[in-house]
């Protein structure tokens, strides 16, 4: 069974630091990992899919590595600010299931 | 904006009503997905849709239950539900069912008295 772990579970940090978030996956038989952002309340905001031949994906100050063979992805984000704060989950395509991780809650502050 | 639209965003209701969540997409997708979430939780897959068919049942209860009317439609019925029901519901979309990247609503968030 796929099981998709997030660290850390929470990050607080000043605004302007260069931030890395781990997603780690048990079964590296994947299609694709899709990052996504949510905001309190809210419903879930795509931000970058990773197919499985590639290696990373990049949108703006974001940027997302896949490493199939050792069950890992991190998101980068460049720059942090305050408007980044938020949930953000990795998700795995397993078969015919996105799997999700346990997040990852970010704090930015001015 | 959120290209799938989730009515209503809020709900309260007792554990003897029925009452429908409601979903729309209007992106020509032939897939569509409810999916449960609690508190501080990942969402949790609960049905999936595929040509308007019901293709994944992850063995959620009976007094949950889906409809896909149209291919931009998905609803989902609900009766006699139970406090630890309570969450936000999610719905989402995708071109086809599968391996494709899924587009989310913004939620019902869902409270039973």
């Known amino acids: 069974k796929q099981e998709v772990t997030q660290i850390p579970a929470a990050l607080s940090v000043p605004e302007g630091e260069n931030l890395v978030l781990n997603c780690s996956f048990t079964?590296?038989?994947?299609?694709?990992l899709q990052w996504f952002r949510q905001d309190p309340g809210k419903g879930l905001t795509s931000l970058l899919l990773?197919?499985?031949?590639?290696r990373e994906q990049t949108s703006g100050r974001l940027n997302a590595s896949l490493d199939k063979s050792s069950g890992r992805s991190t998101l980068y984000i460049a720059a942090s600010q305050p408007g980044d704060s938020a949930t953000y989950l990795c998700?795995?395509?397993?078969?015919?299931?996105?799997?999700f991780g346990t997040g990852t809650r970010l704090q930015v502050f001015p | 904006d959120t290209e799938v639209t989730q009515t209503p965003k809020h709900l309260v209701m007792g554990m003897t009503n029925k009452k429908s969540l409601k979903c729309e997409q209007h992106?020509?997708?032939?897939?569509m997905y409810w999916y449960k979430q609690k508190a501080k939780k990942p969402p949790e897959l609960m049905f999936v849709?595929?040509?308007?068919?019901?293709?994944i049942n992850e063995s959620v209860p009976s007094r949950f239950s889906p409809e896909c009317p149209n291919s931009s439609l998905l609803n989902l019925h609900l009766h006699a539900l139970q406090p630890e029901d309570s969450a936000l519901y999610l719905c989402?979309?995708?071109?086809?069912?599968?391996?494709?990247?899924?587009?989310f609503g913004d939620g019902t968030r869902l409270s039973i008295l």
């Open positions: 989402a979309s995708s071109p086809r069912e599968g391996n494709q990247p899924q587009h």
């Open positions: 079964d590296s038989a994947i299609y694709n």
């Open positions: 990773i197919q499985s031949s590639q």
């Open positions: 998700a795995v395509h397993n078969t015919d299931k996105l799997i």
């Open positions: 992106m020509g997708h032939r897939a």
């Open positions: 849709y595929s040509y308007e068919k019901l293709s």
